[in-house]
């Protein structure tokens, strides 16, 4: 059982950004301010990363600990385990199947969690710009 109403609960949904988040916002900063220029966002990507370098096949998620599930830090909802459950599993299973396809289509993918880049910001700037280093050297 939900403690929030109906409408109390679709408004707070309403409100949880999908683009443009804190660790998305920055990871890009960090980039710029370290020279990493032919980025995009809003790419047309299957899965939808956060960033990416078209000319490098370089795609990076900036996932949320709690609706991509980390190992570290995710704590099960105390209200309606069974919709959450499903709803963050399915999340899960999908994440999969997109590094699949992107994969199989040439791809790098990187993924971080929301609380290493809350926490070490520059340490996954440097992993991406290594890697974008890599792929140009190619």
């Given at each position: 059982?939900?403690?929030?109403?109906?409408k109390?609960?679709?408004?707070?949904?309403?409100?949880?950004k999908?683009?443009?988040?804190?660790?998305?916002?920055?990871?890009?900063?960090?980039?710029?301010?370290?020279?990493?220029?032919?980025?995009?966002?809003?790419?047309?990507?299957?899965?939808?990363?956060?960033?990416?370098?078209?000319?490098?096949?370089?795609?990076?998620?900036?996932?949320?600990?709690?609706?991509?599930?980390?190992?570290?830090?995710?704590?099960?909802?105390?209200?309606?385990?069974?919709?959450?459950?499903?709803?963050?599993?399915?999340?899960?299973?999908?994440?999969?199947?997109?590094n699949?396809?992107?994969?199989?289509?040439?791809?790098?993918?990187?993924?971080?969690?929301?609380?290493?880049?809350?926490?070490?910001?520059?340490?996954?700037?440097?992993?991406?710009?290594?890697?974008?280093r890599?792929?140009?050297?190619?």
């Amino acid at each position: 059982m939900d403690v929030h109403t109906k409408k109390q609960r679709s408004y707070n949904m309403s409100r949880i950004k999908c683009r443009d988040t804190k660790p998305e916002i920055v990871l890009r900063k960090l980039l710029y301010a370290e020279g990493a220029r032919g980025y995009r966002v809003n790419y047309r990507l299957k899965g939808k990363p956060d960033i990416v370098f078209p000319k490098q096949k370089i795609a990076v998620f900036a996932d949320g600990c709690f609706w991509h599930k980390c190992p570290e830090c995710f704590q099960k909802p105390a209200t309606n385990k069974k919709f959450w459950q499903d709803k963050i599993n399915s999340n899960v299973k999908r994440d999969r199947e997109i590094n699949s396809v992107l994969k199989k289509s040439g791809w790098k993918v990187m993924r971080f969690w929301e609380h290493d880049i809350r926490k070490k910001p520059d340490k996954c700037c440097t992993k991406i710009l290594h890697e974008v280093r890599k792929m140009r050297s190619k």
